[in-house]
C-alpha cells in the first residue's frame, strides 16, 4: 500500500487527487469516533484503521494533508460552536465551526512542510504533545484506544518508525519495518478495580435551553430529591449526580444545603453545582456526608466556554462583547480528592476528565461529572468518553462518570 502511495505520489499529484485523498485520510482519521457513536466497536476494524489513516499523513501530498487536517477538525469538532447559542451569542456557531476546521488544517499543515516521510513522522510525535489553543480533545494516539495497538508515547513512537522506515528500506525488503508493529500490540488490559463501594451514577436529560429557567428549577429539585431518595432505597453507598444538576450558587440557596447534609447521614452525595464567594464564581462539586459537606473547585477550565484562553488586552474584551462576561470562571490550584466511607477518589468536572492532569499522583478512582446538554445534538458524549477511556487505559484508573444528556457510566 506505501509502495503505491509513492508512485501515487509522483504520478497523480493534482486537485481533484489531493482533495479525494486528503477526504478519504480525514474519514480514515476518524472512523473510530463514529463508529463507538453507533455503538459498533471492533478493535480489528480500528486498528486498520488508524494505521492507514496514520500512514497517509505520513506519505500523502502536501495539498492533500492540508485537506485531511480541515476535514478532521470538521469531522471531529463541528459542534462546538453549538454552546454558543446558550451565551447570546449563536450566529457564531458556523464561524466557530470553520475556525476549528482551519486551526487543524493548520495544526496537521506543519507535516505539509516537507515531502520527507521521517520528518513528518517527527513532527507527527512532536504534534501528539501539542493542544492548540488550550485544547487538548485531538490525541492522535487516541485513535487506538480500542485496538489491538498500545496507546503509550513508546507505542505511538514506534509505530512512526515502523511506518516511516518503509520509504527508506530496499525494495526487496521494503514492508520488514512493520515487524516493529508487533512491539506496539496490546493485548492485555491494564488493572483496573472497581471502587469497594456500591456507587449509582445518575444521567439526566435537562435541556440546555430549559436548564437555567425559573420554572425549571422545581422540577429539577423534584428530580433530583427522588434520586437520592431512591439510590437509599436501593442501598447504595454513594449517588452521584452530574455537573450543575444544581443550577444555582449552592452557598446561597441554605434550604437545600440543609436538606441534602441530612440525607448524607444515610447516603453519600457527589453533585455539581456553582459558587460564589468574594464576588468570583466557581464551577464546582459538593461531596456530602454525615451531615458534612466539602467542595471541590474546578482546576482545568474549558477554553472559550469558561475562560478565554487569549492575551490578557484582548481577554476582557472577547469575554465582555461576544460571552457577556460568562467566562470568567476561577480555578483551584490542585486537583481535590474526596475520602468517602474511607476510600479515595479523585474529582474531575466535565473537561477535567480528559486532562492528564486528573490522574496523575496514581489517582485510582475518579468520579467524573458532566453536562453534555451544550453540544446537543452531536457525537460529543462520545468523543469525551473515548478520551476518558484512553486516560483511564493509561493509568489504569477507573472512572465513575454521571452526566446530563449522554456520557454516563464506568468507564474502562
Known amino acids: 500500500m506505501i509502495e503505491k502511495l509513492n508512485k501515487l505520489r509522483e504520478k497523480r499529484d493534482g486537485k481533484p487527487f489531493d482533495l479525494a485523498i486528503g477526504i478519504t485520510t480525514a474519514l480514515l482519521f476518524s472512523a473510530f469516533l463514529y463508529l463507538e457513536n453507533f455503538g459498533i466497536t471492533l478493535k480489528f476494524l480500528n486498528t486498520l484503521f488508524g494505521l492507514l489513516a496514520i500512514a497517509l499523513l505520513l506519505y500523502i501530498p502536501k495539498r492533500a494533508v492540508l485537506v485531511a487536517g480541515f476535514f478532521i ?7 462546538i460552536g453549538y454552546s454558543f447559542e446558550y451565551n447570546g451569542v449563536g450566529y457564531l456557531t458556523p464561524l466557530v465551526t470553520f475556525g476549528f476546521a482551519v486551526i487543524y488544517m493548520l495544526f496537521f499543515g506543519v507535516l505539509a512542510l516537507t515531502k520527507h516521510i521521517w520528518l513528518r513522522a517527527v513532527l507527527l510525535f512532536g504534534l501528539s504533545f501539542f493542544e492548540p489553543m488550550d485544547f487538548n480533545w485531538l490525541q492522535p494516539e487516541i485513535l487506538f484506544v480500542d485496538s489491538y495497538i498500545g496507546i503509550q508515547k513508546l507505542d505511538f ?5 515502523s511506518l516511516s522506515l518503509v520509504a527508506y528500506t530496499p525494495k526487496s525488503y521494503r514492508y520488514a519495518p512493520l515487524a516493529l508493529l508487533f ?43 427522588g434520586e437520592i431518595n431512591k439510590a437509599i432505597d ?9 455537573e450543575s ?19 448524607s447521614h444515610e447516603i453519600s452525595i457527589v453533585a455539581g453545582t456553582l459558587l ?27 477554553p472559550f466556554g469558561e475562560y478565554i484562553p487569549l492575551p490578557s488586552f484582548a481577554k476582557g474584551f472577547v469575554n465582555e462583547f461576544f460571552f457577556g462576561g460568562a467566562s470568567d470562571f ?11 466511607k474511607g476510600v479515595k477518589f479523585r474529582n474531575a468536572i466535565c473537561y477535567e476528565a480528559t486532562c492528564k492532569e486528573i ?18 445534538p452531536s457525537i460529543e458524549p462520545t468523543l469525551q468518553k473515548l478520551l476518558i477511556r484512553f486516560y483511564a487505559r493509561k493509568n489504569g484508573t477507573t472512572v465513575y462518570h454521571a452526566a446530563n444528556w449522554k456520557g454516563s457510566g464506568v468507564v474502562k
Open 330 to 340: 476561577k480555578t483551584a490550584d490542585k486537583p481535590t480528592d474526596f475520602i468517602i
Open 183 to 225: 512491539l506496539t500490540l496490546s493485548f492485555t488490559p491494564p488493572l483496573q478495580k472497581d471502587a469497594p463501594l456500591k456507587i449509582k451514577l445518575i444521567a439526566t436529560d435537562i435541556k440546555q435551553e430549559k436548564k437555567w429557567q425559573q420554572e425549571s428549577l422545581q422540577p429539577t429539585l423534584q428530580l433530583i430529591f
Open 73 to 79: 477538525g470538521l469531522l471531529w469538532f463541528y459542534w
Open 359 to 376: 490522574y496523575e499522583d496514581g489517582a485510582q478512582y475518579v468520579l467524573a461529572t458532566s453536562n453534555n446538554a451544550w453540544f446537543y
Open 234 to 242: 436501593e442501598g447504595y453507598d454513594i449517588v452521584v449526580l452530574p
Open 157 to 161: 513512537a514506534l509505530l512512526l518508525l
Open 245 to 263: 444538576v444544581f443550577p444555582f450558587y449552592m452557598n446561597k440557596a441554605p434550604t437545600v444545603l440543609v436538606k441534602l447534609q441530612e440525607l
Open 276 to 302: 460564589r464567594e468574594d464576588e468570583q464564581h466557581y464551577n464546582v462539586t459538593y461531596m456530602f456526608e454525615n451531615g458534612e459537606y466539602q467542595i471541590a473547585k474546578k482546576m482545568i477550565l474549558v
